[in-house]
């Protein structure tokens, strides 16, 4: 698997088939991890590079956000551009969580879209930028990490897990100082040990 600049961004589908990563030149690349056939190039209409990535739990759509605050869908496939969002705040963070696709960006917005039509499901805001989020296995929680930026460092870091069918706060953790540079969920979904490297 060769490409022709640095890496932005990658990542697995599910099942471990495909391989997506973007260039800072701004194309997308879909790879064969079991050949190492690149499988689709995808070349956006944008000029920022994508750096956030990931498949739908099927495999057949690939989702992309860039820190303008572009999102969009490809069909894995075909490489068709199959949904543009609205335009949201800079530095959006996306997963998939199932069919629906939750983004959040740089202006503390937390939004739930329709991954097939582009349609907004929910949204509800933080009172400061969210800088990461992960979905629980079964899809019904999420959690996102959120902090101010101020001239002596950060302020108000707050981890906190949402029901993702209503939008409310089920649990707070304020232990840390700094945003996190990374969260996942347990495979049962009950827990979601953070992660800070140092």
């Not at 079991?34 to 990535?53: D, I, K, M, N, V």
């Not at 303008?68 to 705040?89: D, F, I, N, S």
């Not at 959006?92 to 983004?103: C, E, F, H, M």
């Not at 939004?111 to 992960?134: E, Q, Y």
Request: hydrophobic share 40%; charged share 20%.
């Amino acid at each position: 698997m060769r490409q022709r600049s640095w890496a932005r961004g990658a990542t697995l589908s599910r099942d471990g088939q495909w391989l997506a990563v973007s260039e800072i030149g701004l194309a997308l690349h879909v790879f064969d991890t079991r050949s190492g056939a690149r499988r689709t190039t995808l070349q956006p209409q944008w000029l920022e590079a994508f750096y956030h990535l990931d498949f739908s739990p099927d495999g057949d759509r690939l989702a992309a956000g860039n820190g303008e605050g572009t999102v969009a869908v490809w069909e894995v496939e075909t490489g068709r551009l199959l949904v543009g969002l609205p335009r949201q705040g800079p530095d959006v963070n996306l997963a998939w969580q199932g069919s629906r696709l939750i983004t959040t960006d740089g202006e503390a917005n937390i939004r739930i879209w329709d991954g097939l039509s582009g349609t907004l499901i929910r949204a509800w805001k933080r009172s400061a930028p969210v800088w990461f989020l992960a979905v629980s296995p079964d899809w019904r929680r999420v959690v996102t990490d959120s902090a101010r930026v101020s001239v002596v460092g950060y302020d108000s870091a707050l981890c906190e897990i949402w029901d993702a069918q209503t939008g409310s706060s089920l649990l707070t953790l304020r232990e840390h100082a700094e945003p996190l540079n990374a969260m996942t969920f347990s495979a049962d979904g009950l827990s979601s040990p953070p992660r800070r490297s140092i």
